[in-house]
């Protein structure tokens, strides 16, 4: 909802600050006093294309500030936030949003959003969610097959919404089964071919059977066979110094000497007896040791070229499946679960098949909920053709009629349907798109009967009708009032009229006036009541804002008015 609105330099208008506020405004003023300027600075917000033509005279640049009360959930905080710009919290629900935009002499142009410099095209994409603006320049809200099919969906309620969720299902599912299925059929020689080479590895892996960690156990085996002589020698040589078989010392019997030295000393001093102790576990180790070494020469004695001819060998099938694989593990990961990979593969033929059939199956529930879906739709635009058509005999357009064609059309995830608003405006015209078959006024006045319509449908919270009164008056601009007070029971609206039958039932009526220079100021946009409003009123129906009978006429019709707001 529009909170405020302020427009600097932009047209005839110097400075000016509307408030808005919740329900219905009427924007009045002299012809020329700059009313449509606020429909134009509204635009601006809304993302619309920058025009140097709309800088007051003499001025650098236009400005258009405004502030709305949003929802801090939702698509609006989620643009918002993906444009760096931030909600002023209000309370837990809601807070305020800022929007301005800037508009050179030279044409350039600057938005920001919530207190961030953003493009204009984030302006375009919160105007979708926060106006819907009707008025001379046709910026129509059904102004898209899509959107009006949307608006026919939410009018028509939980049949179609049921039967749409139905179909979009099952068109989802058909979409992702074909693309499987084309996947499938696209990649069969490539599929082939991979399954080829898959056996044919499982193969090699079955004839080899490495087990994990064995390239390098191998590697290890293959260089101590091939320095057998060399390591025989270190061995040796390492136990005979240990523990020797012939007349030369070793170390097993000097230590024993040594413990025997320090045994027979250690009645004379306790401390050469832990000495002695700790030569007898190195005695100990010694032995031990050269055990190990005698162990590990009899290993080499038993190993020869037959064996290091065995390891490379062996080294030689490992080293294959490791380099076709990129490593050992990577092998064996494949052994473990190539298998089913290969079976799926391998079922290539039936798995077509199969979705072949499922497809099918498929499309034949898609038909019947597309027929289904198409039907509610049929009855929805049968009731939303006569209510419209209706409304348009009490808004001044009694021959008009509005059909809601739906006709078969191209099947997305919204049906096979397309939908489309048409307007025969007389008897024996054809039906044809209304922003092609109506005028201005007109256009707007068919608008305001769809939207009355199908009011409280849709999500987006403001209304913006400009000249909807224009070729009208008596009691059908009083028939245009109330039908702009029942929308905004559910929506704000706010329209710019020069009909006191339409600005009568108002809840809050602005006027903007010229100043003696032939701007307006800051001073000339004026929240009217009481005495102020039925003098404007009264301009609007006579010219002459001081005319008692006019005067008299005034608070009839604002009499009138209030009838609504009472109900």
Do not use: C
Request: charged letters at 25%; aromatic letters at 2%.
């Amino acid at each position: 909802m529009i909170e405020q609105i302020t427009l600097r330099d932009l047209g005839v208008i110097a400075r000016a600050t509307l408030p808005i506020g919740a329900g219905f405004t009427a924007i009045t003023g002299e012809t020329g006093a700059g009313k449509t300027m606020v429909v134009t600075g509204l635009g601006l917000l809304m993302g619309a294309r920058s025009d140097a033509g709309v800088v007051r005279s003499g001025a650098d640049l236009a400005a258009v500030e405004g502030v709305w009360l949003v929802p801090t959930s939702g698509p609006v905080a989620e643009r918002v936030a993906d444009a760096g710009g931030e909600i002023e919290p209000v309370d837990d629900a809601h807070g305020e949003l800022y929007l301005a935009r800037t508009v050179t002499a030279e044409g350039r142009s600057r938005a920001s959003v919530g207190g961030r410099s953003a493009p204009a095209g984030v302006l375009s994409d919160l105007a979708d969610e926060l106006v819907v603006v009707h008025g001379q320049s046709d910026q129509l809200r059904l102004r898209s097959a899509a959107a009006q099919r949307d608006a026919l969906d939410r009018f028509g309620g939980q049949p179609v919404t049921s039967a749409l969720a139905a179909y979009a299902a099952l068109y989802d599912d058909v979409k992702t089964r074909t693309a499987e299925l084309d996947d499938l059929i696209e990649r069969q020689g490539e599929r082939a071919r991979e399954a080829d080479d898959l056996r044919a590895a499982l193969a090699d892996l079955e004839q080899v059977d490495p087990q994990p960690g064995e390239d390098a156990e191998l590697a290890q085996r293959a260089e101590r066979l091939a320095n057998a002589e060399e390591l025989r020698l270190a061995a040796t040589l390492a136990h005979a110094a240990l523990s020797g078989d012939d007349d030369a010392p070793d170390i097993v019997t000097l230590l024993a000497e040594a413990r025997r030295a320090l045994e027979r000393a250690a009645g004379s001093d306790a401390a050469l007896a832990a000495h002695a102790a700790t030569v007898e576990d190195l005695g100990y180790r010694a032995s031990d040791l050269a055990t190990e070494l005698s162990g590990y020469l009899a290993d080499l004695d038993e190993s020869g070229p037959h064996e290091l001819a065995a390891v490379e060998e062996r080294r030689a099938a490992v080293g294959a499946i490791v380099r076709a694989h990129g490593s050992l593990e990577d092998a064996l990961a494949l052994r473990e679960n190539g298998a089913l990979r290969l079976a799926e593969l391998d079922d290539d033929g039936d798995r077509v098949t199969r979705l072949g059939d499922e497809i099918a199956a498929l499309r034949a529930e898609l038909d019947a909920a597309a027929s289904v879906l198409t039907a509610a739709r049929a009855a929805a635009a049968e009731r939303l053709s006569t209510e419209v058509t209706a409304e348009l005999r009490a808004l001044a357009l009694p021959d008009a009629r509005v059909v809601v064609a739906v006709e078969p059309g191209t099947a997305t995830a919204a049906g096979r349907d397309d939908v489309t608003i048409l307007l025969a405006p007389h008897p024996g015209a054809e039906p044809r798109p209304v922003a092609r078959s109506a005028s201005g006024g007109e256009l707007s006045r068919v608008m305001l009967a769809i939207e009355v319509v199908i009011a409280g449908t849709g999500s987006v919270p403001t209304f913006v009708f400009d000249e909807i009164d224009a070729g009208i008056g008596g009691a059908a601009a009083i028939e245009v009032g109330r039908r702009l007070a029942a929308l905004a029971r559910s929506s704000q609206v706010i329209v710019v009229t020069h009909l006191a039958q339409v600005a009568a039932f108002a809840n809050n009526h602005l006027s903007v006036v010229k100043a003696s220079d032939g701007t307006v100021t800051a001073s000339s946009v004026r929240a009217l009541g009481g005495a102020e409003r039925e003098a404007e009123m009264a301009r609007l129906l006579s010219g002459l804002p001081d005319s008692e009978a006019a005067l008299e006429h005034a608070r009839e019709l604002l009499s009138l008015g209030s009838e609504p707001a009472q109900a």
